[in-house]
């Protein structure tokens, strides 16, 4: 009996495991086989889907046929997603450092719970504070309709701001006393240490958590698509609407008949992101295991 | 510039920063309890909403919400406990173990739409469930499953050693260990974990568009048979939760009182989300504490 026990532990556990694998599996197959379809029921090219600003998804045979290039949706989803790490990244180490080496007790005791709420605030409501206090601020002091580039990425760079924040914050942590007590033993002042020392040697974790932001800002689907314009444009200024992958998605899939090319090329838009996810993951291993100075 | 002199400025750099981000987090909160306060009543809080209409209320959005919650809890805390549990006890520096993390890593970053438009053709379509619950906690289960595993391996890793090796010594198997000796001891971190877990199933919501739906049927809170359509534990019918509704009346404007509805239901969501974060804290520091009778 007791090995018996033993045995079936171990069985449920790994079990449980698997079925993460399993899932990720499934996941890419199911996304995949509708994404797919695009290109091997319509017989539109990969190239023409990529590459072409021409949206059309319902558009009559006489007039021309069907177009979907979904460039537009693509280069939004990238500008506004850019945009927020070149903001949310320098502000999410600086508080990284802050916590850690300038005021470790305020740090500590009050900013780092402070970021874990940031964390727990749902999508959504970023979604409607933007919305509701952004977008008019936008509107009535800097000018265009308020649904902009500014406003999308202004709020995803408060919502990426915990992760980066809390990746940088272990990896400062977890890197060994002497180094810094050595710089100052040279004679260097903090900040020296931090730039010269510390910043580098935390590089590879600095860089993951970047990343890791990136893919989260590139991934938020409600937040964006609420402050955003959704108008199907690219935008000439920071302060024209514009159209992400998510919120297109958001938007049509629920009003398009399942089977229909407008559909079929939402789920293309879907695998893209999937796909676009999988290379963050490859890329945070890829710098992970590169590693910053390593001893 | 001397050395000394960028130190000061990098210094006061660092502090604008910081401050900057507690006034950020602190301005939202505060412009969203100030606004949705104004709007709180018990009727609010009771009463089902209107379509086009003014002074509906968001109680079938909230019930919504904490019954998605007990279901897609049901299925990942076990899972996510066992998983766990493999990568911190069984686990080897095998290839295998290396790909289990990696597709745990996938996971946990896949955007949620995707694991919504999977849920949409796997738990919706292929189940012929429909806009459902139970669609709805399954997708929600697959978002947070990393996030209980990695808890579970964490809390379980932080049981010290010796402990394990007392339990071994007096006879007991490795399975014995785990259950009687290291859960236990891991219990309070566990516990924090499956709130902290808890309060992201709250406010996730663009999983839910395509698999729990964006509409609540009439509910009748005095019919308990589960199998019952109007029935509120119907596990088979659609759901809207109150992250869903946020975003739903906003796309919509359909109502007229719709920056009360909104303000209201977005200070609701805030707030349970923080009484999860705040009590996974307070709950996992008093366990601890009574456990170890410090």
Redesign the interface.
């Known amino acids: 009996m007791k090995i018996n026990s033993d045995m079936l532990g171990k069985v449920l556990t790994m079990g449980a495991a698997l079925l993460a694998i399993v899932s990720t599996i499934v996941i890419i197959i199911f996304i995949s086989t509708k994404g797919l379809s695009t290109f091997i029921n319509t017989g539109i090219s990969v190239k023409e889907f990529l590459f072409s600003t021409t949206w059309f998804p319902d558009r009559a045979v006489e007039d021309g046929g069907p177009q979907v290039g979904v460039l537009a949706f693509l280069l939004g989803s990238i500008i506004v997603s850019l945009l927020a790490v070149l903001v949310s990244a320098p502000l999410s180490i600086a508080c990284a450092v802050f916590i850690q080496e300038i005021a470790p007790f305020w740090g500590q005791r009050l900013l780092q719970p402070a970021i874990e709420i940031l964390a727990g605030i749902p999508s959504v409501v970023y979604g409607y504070i933007g919305l509701s206090l952004l977008a008019p601020f936008i509107r009535n002091n800097i000018g265009g309709l308020g649904f902009s580039v500014l406003a999308g990425f202004l709020v995803l760079s408060v919502m990426i701001l915990p992760t980066i924040v809390s990746v940088s914050t272990d990896t400062l942590r977890a890197l060994p006393q002497e180094w810094k007590e050595a710089s100052y033993a040279l004679g260097s002042t903090r900040w020296q240490a931090i730039r010269l020392v510390l910043l580098p040697a935390a590089r590879s974790g600095l860089v993951t958590g970047i990343v890791l932001g990136l893919a989260r800002a590139f991934g938020e689907a409600l937040a964006v698509q609420m402050v955003i314009g959704n108008t199907r444009k690219i935008p000439s200024s920071i302060l024209d609407p514009v159209i992400t992958l998510t919120s297109a998605i958001t938007m049509d899939m629920g009003n398009t008949p399942m089977g229909s090319l407008w559909n079929n090329a939402l789920w293309t838009m879907g695998l893209l992101l999937l796909l676009i996810s999988c290379c963050f993951i490859l890329i945070v291993r890829f710098v992970a295991r590169r590693g910053g100075i390593t001893s | 510039m001397s050395?000394?002199l960028?130190?000061k400025?990098?210094?006061i750099?660092?502090?604008a920063?910081?401050l900057?981000?507690?006034v950020?987090?602190g301005s939202?909160?505060g412009?969203?309890l100030y606004h949705g306060g104004k709007s709180i009543d018990w009727d609010f809080l009771t009463k089902p909403p209107q379509v086009i209409q003014a002074g509906g209320g968001i109680g079938p959005q909230i019930f919504n919400s904490f019954y998605l919650l007990v279901l897609s809890m049901l299925f990942t805390i076990?899972?996510?406990?066992?998983?766990g549990?493999?990568?911190a006890?069984?686990?080897r520096n095998s290839r295998l173990t290396e790909?289990?993390r990696?597709?745990?890593?996938?996971?946990n970053?896949?955007?949620?739409?995707?694991?919504g438009?999977?849920g949409?053709?796997?738990f919706v379509?292929m189940t012929g469930w429909g806009y459902s619950l139970m669609s709805g906690a399954l997708a929600l289960t697959?978002i947070n499953?990393?996030l209980m595993?990695r808890f579970t391996e964490e809390a379980v890793q932080g049981v010290p050693d010796s402990l394990r090796e007392a339990s071994v010594a007096l006879g007991a198997?490795?399975?014995?260990t785990?259950?009687k000796v290291v859960l236990p001891c891991a219990f309070p971190g566990l516990v924090s974990g499956a709130i902290?877990t808890s309060?992201?199933v709250?406010?996730?919501?663009?999983a839910l568009?395509?698999t729990a739906g964006?509409s609540s049927p009439a509910l009748d809170f005095s019919q308990w048979n589960i199998f019952n359509s109007s029935s509120p534990l119907n596990p088979f019918r659609p759901a809207e939760t109150l992250?869903?509704h946020?975003?739903k009346v906003?796309?919509e404007g359909l109502i007229p009182d719709l920056?009360r509805v909104?303000?209201g239901s977005?200070a609701v969501?805030?707030l349970i989300?923080?009484g999860?974060?705040l009590s996974a804290r307070w709950l996992g520091r008093k366990i601890y504490r009574h456990m170890t009778a410090t």
């Open positions: 050395a000394r960028a130190d400025v990098a210094t750099v660092f502090w920063c910081a900057m981000v507690i950020i987090l939202m909160i412009y969203i076990p899972i996510g406990l066992l998983g549990v493999y990568l006890e069984y686990a790909i289990i990696l597709c745990i890593e996938t996971l970053s896949l955007p949620s739409i995707v694991v438009l999977f949409l053709l796997v379509n697959v499953l990393p595993v198997n490795r399975w014995q785990i259950i902290i309060g992201r709250f406010g996730e919501a663009a568009l395509f964006m992250a869903v946020i975003w906003n796309t920056r909104a303000d977005a969501l805030i989300v923080l999860f974060n």
